[in-house]
């Protein structure tokens, strides 16, 4: 199974502010759910309920320490192994589970990732939470589009698919 992060990430590596994101980006959430429809999506508790509810038409799979934790229509796993095992399982070695946050998801996940798929903010905002730097001799840029704010997005982006070097 392939696995992939999906991240969107300010110039000065902001990824969140106060538990949710610091942009509105309507186009690039347009492409989020084109590109993860169908397939398995990992998430933290925290970016759960930063969202508020389960992404439509995908597997939810929601890691959490908490032993107890249960959201019905979700699937619950206790580590990331456990909900890449998850994702696995439920859609075969073809498949490509969507890695979606947050910052300890992501750090957690960055060593193992097959890809990554970054909507670079084109702005430095105020936030409390950040992305690792994309180290050039491990990822090598596939796809590049440059995306113009349209009329529901704060800022213009770039959106970059990485895939990791051999």
């Not at 095992?85 to 957690?108: L, S, Y």
């Amino acid at each position: 199974m392939k696995t992939a992060i999906y991240v969107a990430i300010a110039q000065n590596g902001v990824i969140g502010r106060e538990g949710d994101l610091p942009w509105r980006l309507s186009t690039d959430l347009k492409r989020f759910k084109a590109d993860t429809m169908g397939k398995p999506v990992i998430m933290g508790r925290k970016t759960y309920q930063s969202i508020g509810r389960l992404l439509p038409g995908r597997l939810n799979i929601i890691v959490t320490r908490n032993a107890d934790y249960d959201i019905e229509g979700a699937e619950i796993a206790h580590s990331l192994s456990e909900a890449l095992a998850i994702a696995a399982a439920k859609t075969g070695a073809d498949g490509e589970a969507c890695i979606i946050g947050g910052a300890e998801i992501f750090v957690q996940a960055l060593p193992m990732v097959d890809r990554l798929h970054v909507t670079h903010v084109l702005a430095a905002v105020e936030g409390d939470t950040f992305f690792p730097d994309i180290d050039p001799a491990l990822w090598r840029e596939t796809l590049r589009q440059e995306v113009p704010a349209g009329e529901k997005d704060n800022y213009a982006t770039r959106y970059v698919v990485y895939e990791r070097r051999d």
